[in-house]
């Protein structure tokens, strides 16, 4: 008796580990959220943007890099903006002005928006830091995008963030203020970096990202930080495979 008792419960374990997979794998892409925990986990994106399982995704763990003496510093054109700020529901984007310029590698790219990330996104020879900020450039001739990556730890407090003010928008809500910044104050003052071809490190992930992660953080006050945390809570893609992509360094 107790092995037919066990072999049914056996079968019906099996039997519901399958029914469970078998609703784990068929989403309603019309329906589908993506977010970072839960049903709409980065574990599920792939369901509905296939692109999120391509070969060249973001983000990376940056090692192994290699020294490239053919790249040289950024050339960057920022100008002083007001601004607006907008809580998506995934982040907090700040809107940027048009006439703000990065020319990488000879090509020019015009500032689109800033945004955060807590924890960082990338991850410098296995280390992840509390905070991630992207600047999104787009060339207009291409689509393709630049991104500069900086990390932020903690540490003193920033002025730049200070800047943004205390309070953050809620999920859906925009803010505009008529103070004018510069996102340049956000940069390391040692210009080295690394850069890799990459992905949206959000849906659609589409492969069209050069990136640019600098190689010297800047800090923040643990405050400043957990105020982002707050709102955004732990809004980073998981590392990606490198599947043989090379890292190149450019050192200043």
Known sequence: MQKINLSILISSALFFYACQKDEEMVLDCNAFEWEYEGSGAPVNWTGCFLDCGGQVQSPVNIANSVENGQLSSLIHSYENAAFEFFNNGHTVEFEYEAGSNLIFEGISYELLQFHFHTGSEHQLN??????????????????????????????????????????????????????????????????????????????????????????????????????FHEVLRDNYRPLQAINGRSISHYIQ
């Open 126 to 227: 296995g280390r992840q830091y509390p905070m991630e900020i992207h600047l999104v450039h787009k060339n207009v001739a291409t689509g393709n995008l630049a991104v500069i990556g900086v990390f932020f730890e903690e540490g003193n407090e920033n002025s730049f963030l200070e800047k943004l003010g205390t309070t953050l928008p809620i999920e859906n809500e925009r803010i505009s203020k008529s103070e004018v910044l510069n996102v340049k104050e956000v940069l390391p003052t040692d210009g080295s970096y690394y850069t890799y071809g990459g992905s949206l490190t959000t849906p659609p992930c589409s492969e069209i990202v050069n990136w640019v992660v600098m190689e010297n953080s800047v800090e923040a006050s643990p405050q400043q930080i957990e105020r």
